[in-house]
């Protein structure tokens, strides 16, 4: 049974967990003191496998309420039912743990969430210097398998040049990807390294924002990827972009985009793809035949 602190589990067949958040968790997503227009969003992931043989996986399909998001329910149905274990990784996301039975395997999410209808952006937010970070962020300052920010300190400082230290730099990172970049979903179905997104001059969204990040830790500004759920998102996928860290808090960004929008629901936070992978198997013995995202607005957060 997944097991998590504050959260009341109920069990309505063998195989599907409703979970109810108390009121406590409840925060509304806010840009400093000021409310911004709430909206009800319903993201829905099914994932169908067929398993060669028993096969342990680690899934990250439950978003977490926070500053910007409030989880109202959510539905988690495992067909057929096996036991399922939940832990907190180092980066604070909900990872479930299981092994698949031999055959057809299939996992359905659903999630009733309210969130933003715009980002915060705040031109003002300051560079915050090394010594003052908190120690939490300091690892989003440092190179990982897909973000080589080690390589990118002159065409960062290039970038930036006429910026103001802080969120202008990462505004004037996440402008000259979306412009250099060409935005192509599809066109690469595994993780590639910034460097490599450099040099071919087009990825999916995961690659853009992989770039991103590169380009904000060269200049000593961490940077995190975020994967989850965009509504209106055209073809509708699970999408990732970044968050930087400026003005003493995460601000969100994304490339793909030519003006930034919210109504986002995050899923997970890490370095880069490595760490926030939906669902990571062991083993050769699965097979994805089919993946189903769907995304739609609500009135309220009882329809």
């Known amino acids: 049974m997944m097991q998590q602190s504050n959260t009341m589990i109920q069990k309505d ?24 227009n709430i909206m ?38 495992i067909e057929p039912y096996v036991p399922v274990v939940e832990y907190t990784d180092i980066y604070d996301n909900l990872c479930q743990r299981l092994v698949a039975p031999v055959g057809n395997f299939s996992i359905q999410t659903s999630a009733k969430v309210m969130t933003a209808d715009e980002v915060d952006i705040d031109s003002t937010a300051f560079f915050v210097e090394i010594q003052y970070l908190p120690e939490s962020v300091l690892v989003y300052l440092l190179p990982s398998r897909y973000c080589e920010s080690d390589r990118f300190g002159d065409l960062a ?28 979903p599809g066109s690469s179905n595994f993780p590639i390294s910034a460097e490599e997104v450099n040099v ?3 990825g999916v969204c995961r690659d853009l924002a992989h770039l991103a990040v590169a380009l ?26 970044f968050e930087a860290y400026v003005g003493g808090r995460w601000y969100t960004f994304d490339p793909t985009q030519v003006e930034l929008h ?34 739609e607005l ?6």
């Open 13 to 36: 067949s063998l195989s599907t967990y409703y979970i109810y958040l108390g009121a406590w968790h409840c925060k509304h997503p806010r840009t400093d003191d000021t409310i911004v």
């Open 157 to 184: 400082r290039d970038i930036v040049a006429d910026s103001n230290l802080g969120y202008d730099q990462v505004a004037c990172i996440d402008r000259w990807v979306h412009n250099t970049i060409r935005y192509t």
């Open 216 to 241: 904000c830790r060269s200049i000593s500004i961490p940077s995190r990827l975020v994967v989850g759920y965009l509504y209106g998102l055209y073809p509708m996928d699970l999408h990732a972009w």
């Open 40 to 77: 009800w969003i319903k993201a829905t992931c099914n994932l169908d496998f067929q398993m060669q043989a028993p096969t342990p996986l680690v899934l990250m399909l439950r978003p977490r309420s926070g500053m910007h998001q409030w989880v109202a329910r959510e539905s988690y149905t």
């Open 262 to 295: 919210g109504r986002r629901i995050a899923i997970a936070y890490g370095r880069d793809a490595a760490d926030v992978s939906v669902f990571h198997q062991f083993g050769a013995g699965d097979i994805l035949t089919n993946m189903d995202v769907r995304v």
């Open 298 to 303: 609500l009135s309220s957060e009882s329809d």
């Open 200 to 202: 071919r001059g087009e």
